[in-house]
């Protein structure tokens, strides 16, 4: 395996590009070694890496990274396997989800094919043939044909397992899968979609702070004394300090007693005499200024993942909104993410089993366990 990640060290081809290039790079291997020399060369941005960098346990997506950086722009095609993690591992903003928008924002994903378990000498897991092109005809541009190979249908078994190899493609399979693969359109087994269709819009969502205060000496009394301070002594030692009270009405009293509130004291006193109540008052950045942003509760703060093709402000309203009518949306932290979710796509539901069959087949189990049992007292 080191030898394979030398060329992730060094591109032996620094001046030349290909028109087809065909592989099988290790799955699941980790690149740490490598990692200081790669991270280093994607901070050109004309580089192999630029797009971004998986995480360190798996370089697969670095491998196609460097088949696609030698595409010649004459003309390239590029078939390369991989297992499940480069198709939906990484959330929006990482280095996975972030190379996969590479692939779509340059059009130059064709077609990922899911191929049948059983086909390796190694592994029994699932893989995938991805298919790539710089020169698409117009009637692939901005698309991506998924094709659910992974069927009985298309393969046949073998004489001898070789390894974990235990089934071929059959000459059936290959031909209606390349059929599939040149119509180029949706069928039973493939669904042609939108790069668009891979795209989402990771959104935060934020909730109010609802703060109310009470026991304040019984809580300073227990803060460590790093923590403690004078100007919180000074609001401690005032008369009636524990009543209960809502954020406005705290620091409404504090203003009345002539306590200076600078920004770390309000702070300091939300940490560490606040309780949060789901029925008290919104709490807001200035205190006494309803006109201010509300503070967010971070232990509410929640994500949502929104389709590109599904317009934010509704889903919101309808979907986020409805559960919970005093949320927001940080629109300053969106991030977009990308991802091939093919299993999903290909999902075909399987009706659970009746009660009265697997009732059943547990009445025959205990049968038969019951004359085992007598067969050997009898023996």
């Given at each position: 395996m080191r030898?394979?990640?030398?060329?992730?060290?060094?591109d032996e081809f620094r001046d030349q590009k290909f028109n087809f290039m065909l592989a099988n790079p290790p799955y699941g291997v980790d690149w740490k070694r490598e990692y200081d020399s790669v991270s280093a060369e994607a901070e050109d941005k004309s580089s192999r890496f630029a797009p971004g960098l998986p995480d360190k346990s798996d370089g697969q997506l670095l491998f196609t990274l460097h088949m696609l950086h030698k595409m010649d722009p004459k003309g390239s095609r590029v078939g390369i396997l991989s297992n499940g993690s480069p198709l939906f591992n990484g959330g929006a903003g990482s280095g996975w989800s972030n190379?996969?928008?590479?692939?779509?924002?340059?059009?130059?994903?064709?077609?990922?094919?899911?191929?049948?378990?059983?086909?390796?000498y190694g592994t029994g897991i699932a893989t995938y043939l991805w298919i790539f092109d710089n020169k698409k005809p117009e009637s692939h541009k901005n698309k991506v044909l998924l094709i659910n190979a992974a069927k009985d249908e298309y393969v046949q078994p073998m004489r001898k397992n070789l390894g974990m190899k235990n089934i071929l493609v059959s000459d059936y399979g290959r031909n209606e899968i390349c059929r599939i693969?040149?119509?180029?359109?949706?069928?039973?087994?493939?669904?042609?979609?939108?790069?668009?269709?891979?795209?989402y819009t990771y959104i935060t969502v934020e909730r109010p702070?609802?703060?109310?205060?009470?026991?304040?000496?019984?809580?300073?009394?227990?803060?460590?004394?790093?923590?403690r301070s004078?100007?919180?002594?000074?609001?401690?030692?005032?008369?009636d300090i524990d009543t209960e009270r809502t954020d406005a009405e705290f620091f409404a009293y504090l203003e009345s007693k002539k306590i200076k509130t600078t920004a770390k004291l309000i702070k300091d006193c939300r940490t560490f005499f606040g309780e949060v109540s789901e029925t008290a008052p919104e709490v807001h950045v200035i205190p006494l200024d309803d006109s201010s942003d509300l503070v967010a509760d971070t232990n509410l703060r929640d994500y949502e993942s929104i389709p590109f093709k599904t317009d934010i402000q509704e889903y919101f309203q309808n979907e986020v909104l409805r559960f919970a009518p005093d949320a927001w949306m940080d629109r300053e932290k969106d991030k977009i993410g990308c991802e091939f979710p093919i299993s999903k796509l290909f999902y075909e539901y399987q009706p659970l089993r009746s009660v009265e069959d697997i009732l059943a087949d547990i009445r025959a189990l205990e049968e038969d366990e019951e004359q085992s049992i007598q067969s050997l007292i009898n023996d």
């Open positions: 030898i394979l990640t030398h060329l992730l060290l060094i190379i996969r928008k590479h692939m779509l924002d340059n059009d130059l994903l064709d077609a990922i094919i899911a191929l049948p378990g059983g086909l390796f693969y040149h119509a180029f359109e949706t069928c039973d087994n493939a669904k042609l979609m939108d790069k668009d269709d891979f795209f702070l609802r703060l109310i205060y009470k026991d304040v000496k019984t809580k300073y009394a227990a803060l460590d004394e790093k923590k004078e100007a919180l002594a000074n609001i401690v030692a005032l008369d």
